[in-house]
């Protein structure tokens, strides 16, 4: 077996610690990222759904200052966003490289997207049930918890399987500032050093990560919808 | 037990602005059933709205059981508006809660411990006959049980009041029967005020004690359902009670110039109509006896409404010219109000 993989794959089997430090990297960047993402991504994407024009809590400003925010980071590629947000990463971090400078502009690129699948997601809740626990005498943090997070369990799901696997074609650019990562794993060996059997590797491990997500993701949705 | 003091509520969309609900004051007491119809667009949502502030009146104060809501900050409304079940033509249910999970959602967070919920919940499925479906999820009911889920739902708090926004118009005849049953005994066994909004005058006939009957915005019409029904003053007070009435559709037939409707000379083709509380005596024997006429009847339509009979017949009148006008002339002497849709006296051409 092992002499199969060392003729089929000879650059990836002689650097295997570097690959498993590779998918760690990945694995860090992507949890981290993505569950600091999730909680802002889901504040946001509920703030701008009950301050919307015929929101629980409608307010004009609130929500023009947060939906204009997120159009102009939403409109920055990720790759210049890496650059732009150097001195606030070494600011927050201390450092702009490396996994953790990856951290915050991931977050910075990840949580307008989110926020805005959020935001869609808790559209697709029924404006009936909202009128209906209104009408029940729910106060609006037992209508937003107990509501639209619970109605919304399913869209949120979907909306979060979405973002995380966007997360990780993300990670693969942090490698631009010395990120590590297998996207990075994957430029430096597969591309500049024209070892091909290191992207394939790479390519199929990332392709049975997004499976699997994708997986997870729909189970959950399944789940949840009755 | 409601009280609303010229109610106006007017939207501002882009470029146009339209009042909904046009200066209406309306006093619903304690323990009846108030039905308010109209057609579509004529704003008695958006006025039943008003009531649990729903839609905040642009002007105008709203009172149910003496409390000023309209007075009220947010907090106090929502204590207030426990008071006041609502259900809805969707139902508005949550799709990802079950049966039993549906009803406790207004329970919750009142201080109640999780087995005071539980039985109540029990309670409240039980009066509404779903003790089965506790688990189920709405999207496994019925129509009518889902309604039933919304009903018990409205009831959990005990309210004083329950408005029904459409409540039966997505169901079939046969279902709506039963939710107005149901309506009906919850209004009698618990003296809850029921307030029902619909554009079926089937349904105002059915259950309801008095009726407003709103046209842009406006209330044009109100009193007893009975009154209005047996002397509707406006014109679409007279659509709506038509649409419930077979005695309308002799007109489809005339139009139609049908074999049944065909008259002989001297024949009238007369509609009677019935508008005091008292159709005991046998009117159509009396004139048939006393002035040799015969009145063969093609429909007839009696009811009892909010209990006591209304309602009319449509039938040819034959005999001698005489005979047909006496007997006309005593029909109206018996406070019956006869309307003649065709009178053949000519001879026919051919």
Not at chain 2, 86 to 100: D, G, W
Request: with cysteine; proline share 3%.
């Amino acid at each position: 077996m092992h002499g199969i993989l060392e003729n089929l794959i000879p650059n990836v089997m002689s650097k295997p610690d570097e690959l498993w430090q590779a998918l760690l990297d990945t694995f860090v960047m992507v949890a981290l990222s993505g569950i600091i993402a999730f909680f802002l991504g889901l504040f946001f994407g509920v703030i701008l759904t009950i301050t919307k024009r015929e929101g629980i809590l409608s307010n004009a400003v609130i929500y023009q200052v947060i939906d204009k925010s997120i159009n102009v980071f939403r409109s920055i590629p990720f790759i210049i966003l890496l650059t732009l947000m150097l001195p606030l990463t070494r600011a927050i971090v201390g450092t702009g490289i490396g996994v953790q400078g990856a951290i915050v502009p991931l977050i910075f690129g990840t949580v307008p997207f989110f926020s805005r699948q959020i935001e869609s997601a808790l559209a697709e809740v029924d404006n009936g049930v909202i009128e209906a626990a209104q009408a029940i005498g729910l106060s609006s943090g037992a209508i937003i918890f107990k509501v639209y997070l619970r109605e919304g369990i399913g869209s949120i799901a979907r909306a979060t399987t979405l973002t995380v696997i966007n997360l990780i074609g993300l990670t693969a650019m942090a490698g631009a500032v010395g990120a590590g990562g297998l996207g990075d794993f994957a430029i430096r060996y597969g591309h500049n050093r024209f070892q091909e059997d290191v992207t394939w590797v790479t390519v199929i491990m990332i392709v049975a990560i997004v499976t699997l997500l994708q997986v997870t993701g729909n189970w959950i949705v399944r789940k949840n919808t009755h | 037990m409601i009280l609303l003091e010229n109610i106006s509520k007017t939207f501002h969309a882009k470029d146009n602005t339209v009042e909904a609900v046009r200066d209406v004051s309306l006093r619903i007491d304690k323990g009846e059933i108030y039905g308010i119809i109209g057609y579509s667009g004529a704003g008695k949502s958006t006025l039943v709205r008003c009531i649990n502030l729903l839609e905040r009146p642009t002007a105008g104060k709203v009172y149910v059981d003496g409390t000023e809501l309209t007075a009220l900050s947010a907090g106090a409304l929502r204590k207030e508006r426990k008071k006041i079940g609502m259900i809805f033509q969707q139902f508005n249910l949550m799709a990802s809660r079950t049966v039993e999970q549906n009803i406790a959602l207004p329970l919750e967070g009142c201080g109640k411990t999780r087995e005071e919920i539980a039985s109540r919940v029990k309670e409240l499925l039980a009066y509404v006959d779903l003790s089965d479906k506790a688990k189920a999820y709405p999207s496994q009911l019925s129509g009518g049980q889902k309604q039933r889920v919304a009903i018990a739902r409205a009831l959990a708090n005990e309210p004083k009041v329950l408005l029904c926004d459409e409540a039966t118009s997505a169901l079939d005849p046969q279902t709506t029967k039963s939710i107005l049953s149901l309506l009906n005994k919850l209004n009698k066994e618990l003296g809850i005020t029921v307030v029902i909004i619909t554009h079926e005058m089937a349904v105002i006939k059915r259950i309801c004690h008095r009726v407003a009957v709103m046209e842009n915005g406006e209330v044009v019409e109100e009193g007893n359902v009975y009154d209005i029904f047996a002397s509707p003053q406006k014109q679409i007070t007279k659509d709506f009670i038509s649409t419930t009435s077979m005695l309308s559709s002799v007109f489809e037939l005339m139009e139609d110039d049908s074999p049944v409707v065909a008259l002989q000379r001297g024949d009238v083709l007369l509609r009677i109509k019935y508008l005091q509380a008292d159709v005991s005596e046998p009117l159509i024997s009396e004139v048939s006896k006393r002035f040799d006429v015969t009145f063969n009847i093609l429909f007839s339509n009696l009811e009892i409404v909010d209990h006591a009979p209304i309602g009319g017949t449509v039938g040819i009148l034959r005999g001698s010219e005489e005979g047909v006008n006496n007997a006309i002339r005593y029909f109206e002497e018996k406070n019956v109000k006869t309307e003649v849709l065709k009178r053949c006296t000519a001879y026919l051409k051919i």
